[in-house]
């Protein structure tokens, strides 16, 4: 959360699982990674009035882990295995269908809470190539607002994503990576609805997890004082685009920077710090309606056991309210080298 999910270039631990399956593996060290993080996100009062949000939230926001295992491949081809869980949207429409034909009085607010299970595998062809690839599993968790009953059971999908990571410049100064993401849309399956009434008009509204292209450049920097990541990315996302949904959601450019410096302390602990923006822009009006900022910190607690804090802001211009998220997270890795 505290580079805005900028770093499609540079995720180096269990977390690329979702931002890039390409970028944890290396070619000269096996790799153990876990993480952990939870999120409480706030907003405002328009907000909340708008997408009938409540007041504050709090949940689970990722789970991972992610190993380089020792076996390899044809002409030593390092592989690596990861597993994840992560809620990657939450979307809030107002489904303004009559309940009847005889009733005009509209369905009303519904809360939709996606959530996802990835398998992962990825190899290193080179030292300066990798390529990785997910298998996921989407569930969906319906909230209706002001119609019961809703669904029986929430919707689910599936779906998948490659990435790829190349490393064009590597020298004593600085690192040059490029990397791309492809996460395809996955269609949403209802098992159970009511024989009447919302179950006829969700589909509708609620959209499918959006296809989503990226690609971007991370530019390394070691220095006496610290190490400096740096991180531009160029992303596109595509909703759904049934008559109603193109009422309610935008297919959107993006783009987003980050920087991320690490250096250690006096007692050898590692220390890092983050920031990072994305401004999100209508496709439909050509105006960026959504500014994301962030930032956090990280502290190694114990050798190789990391504890980090982030902070994220988002404006939402169409209709002048915010959301502000915190985050804590746990990650845990261990290397041996192979050299």
Not at 28 to 56: E, G, H, K, M
Not at 84 to 92: A, E, G, I, Q
Not at 99 to 107: A, C, G, I, M, P
Not at 190 to 195: G, N
Request: net charge neutral.
């Amino acid at each position: 959360m505290g580079m805005a999910g900028a770093f499609t270039a540079q995720g180096d631990d269990s977390s690329a699982i979702w931002y890039n399956p390409s970028a944890p593996i290396h070619y000269n060290y096996i790799q153990q990674d876990f993480s952990f993080a939870l999120t409480n996100r706030i907003s405002s009062q328009d907000q909340r009035a708008t997408d009938n949000l409540p007041s504050t939230e709090f949940f689970p926001n990722f789970l991972a882990y992610y190993t380089r295992t020792s076996f390899s491949l044809i002409n030593q081809m390092p592989i690596g295995l990861g597993v994840s869980y992560f809620s990657p949207y939450k979307v809030n429409v107002y489904i303004d269908a009559p309940q009847s034909l005889v009733n005009d009085q509209e369905f009303g607010g519904v809360n939709a809470r996606y959530h996802q299970f990835s398998s992962m595998i990825n190899l290193a062809p080179s030292p300066a190539l990798s390529i990785g690839g997910t298998i996921d599993f989407l569930w969906l968790n319906i909230n209706c607002k002001n119609y019961k009953p809703c669904v029986d059971f929430g919707p689910t999908a599936f779906g998948a994503s490659l990435g790829g990571l190349y490393e064009l410049v590597n020298n004593q100064h600085y690192v040059l990576n490029v990397g791309a993401t492809w996460r395809s849309r996955a269609k949403l399956v209802y098992r159970s609805t009511p024989s009447s009434g919302i179950g006829g008009v969700l589909t509708d509204y609620v959209p499918d997890r959006p296809d989503t292209k990226n690609i971007g450049l991370s530019l390394q920097i070691p220095t006496s004082l610290m190490l400096v990541n740096s991180n531009i990315v160029i992303e596109r996302v595509a909703w759904s685009s049934t008559v109603e949904q193109g009422k309610l959601l935008s297919n959107y450019h993006n783009i987003g920077s980050s920087i991320e410096l690490m250096s250690l302390t006096k007692s050898g602990k590692s220390f890092a710090a983050r920031i990072g923006g994305k401004l999100l822009n209508n496709r439909s009006t050509g105006n960026f309606d959504v500014a994301i900022a962030s930032l956090g910190f990280g502290y190694e607690v114990i050798k190789s056991h990391m504890i980090d804090f982030a902070f994220e802001h988002r404006k939402f211009r169409t209709t002048d309210s915010t959301t502000n998220a915190w985050s804590v997270s746990y990650s845990w890795q261990s290397q041996q080298s192979l050299l």
